[in-house]
Every structure is written in C-alpha cells, then in structure tokens.
C-alpha cells in the first residue's frame, strides 16, 4: 500500500490552462505539506496544512490554491498555467510534532507547460 | 539566512570508500530534527536518517551514519562502502518546532557521484 499517492505522475499542458493534482496519504498523519522542485533540484515549500487548516503559504501566487477536504488529502489547483511553471511537484506528509517525525513524499507530479 | 547549506554541488567517490557530504544549518530553536534523503535519478524521495537536537550520540543506519557536532552546527552525512546504488542527489533537511509551522527545510543538496 502506497504510504502518500500523488496522481498524476506527469502533466503536460498548455499555457492557460487549469490543472489539479491529488494527494492522498494513508499514514494517520496530522500534516502535509506542498513542494516545488526546480530545475536544479531546490526543494521550496509551497503550502503546509494541519489538520486541515492552513499553516504556511509561502509566496506562491494566488494562481496556485491547496484544498483539503480531511486530513487525509491535500490538493492542489493551479489557474492560468504558465511556462515557469513547469518542475516537479511533491506532496509529502507527517506527524507534527519534532522529533524522529520524517516527512514521506509521494512520487511527485512532473509538470510540463507548453 | 539559509537554514540549511550544504556547499558541495558535486562529489565523487570510488566504489567501496567512504565519503563525507557536508551540511551544516542555522536555528535558534532548542529543539530541532536534522534529516538526510536520496533522490535517485527515479526522482523519489527516500529518507536515510535522523538525527535530533537532543540526542546525546550520533544516528546511525546501516551504512549511513550523522556525523553531528551540535556547537558547530553541522550534521554532515558518512556514507560507508560506497555502491554503485549510492550515486543520487543527497538533501538535508531541518525542522524546527511548531512555531515554523512544522516545515522541512531543505538544502540545496549534493549530486554524488560513485566511480566503478
């Protein structure tokens, strides 16, 4: 069993466009989180939910909304796709509190915008 | 101020020796979590291990180890018997406590290169 899902797995489309990626984790965990890897790799978080409610929204434009409907999924709507937006996406969850708490990442979404 | 630094973009090692990747990181908080992950070329995130501010020794897994120097404020990866397998982007991360929001920060990681 998949501990954090993400579908899709890769995205292309169009500038312009709206586009959702899904996250689910089946671990019982109260956080999860939004990251934006570029092309060198840089790992930044987007968003970071407890248990549903909104903690961090990093500068991210507004283009880019997180849902989560339970603690178990957390979506994310990207309006008016635009080429910088290409990169991989991951979802990741955990528990809150610090300690050995890791993050578990799903597979990540490869967003292309053409 | 970076949370997290890990100066070396690139590194090599032989098959079978051992390699070093440096991270070092900035918090003022007391209570702290430090993280090591590879991420092969597949582009998964794998978590290696960890280490938290409070622990006395340092982590170890398997051929991994955390070599952690708290009053320098560096938890830098030992990868032992390096494999072929070992060749991957390698990120350490931070947590601080709840006031951050739970986040992981990230460094900007090393590419690590093992040589047949």
């Known amino acids: 069993d998949t501990a954090v899902s993400q579908t899709p797995k890769y995205l292309v489309t169009q500038m312009g466009n709206d586009k959702s990626i899904k996250c689910e984790q089946n671990l019982g965990h109260d956080t999860m989180y939004w990251y934006k890897q570029d092309s060198k790799k840089f790992l930044k978080i987007m968003f970071s939910y407890n248990n549903k409610e909104l903690i961090i929204n990093e500068t991210v434009p507004n283009r880019f909304s997180p849902k989560s409907p339970d603690k178990a999924h957390l979506n994310l709507h990207i309006n008016s796709l635009e080429l910088g937006d290409s990169a991989v996406y991951f979802c990741a969850s955990s528990q809150s509190e610090v300690g050995r708490t890791e993050a578990f990442f799903g597979q990540g979404t490869r967003l292309t915008v053409v | 101020a970076q949370k997290i630094t890990q100066t070396q973009p690139g590194m090599f090692v032989q098959e079978k020796e051992a390699v070093t990747l440096d991270c070092t990181y900035d918090t003022s908080d007391p209570s702290y979590g430090l993280f090591w992950y590879k991420q092969p070329s597949s582009g998964e995130m794998i978590f290696l291990i960890y280490q938290g501010s409070y622990d006395q020794q340092n982590a170890t897994e398997g051929r991994y180890s955390l070599n952690f120097q708290k009053a320098r404020k560096s938890a830098n990866l030992v990868i032992s018997a390096s494999q072929l397998g070992d060749s991957a982007m390698y990120f350490c991360?931070?947590?601080?406590?709840?006031?951050?929001?739970?986040?992981?920060?990230f460094g900007t990681g090393t590419s690590l290169t093992v040589i047949p």
């Open positions: 991360a931070m947590r601080e406590g709840p006031n951050t929001g739970n986040q992981f920060y």
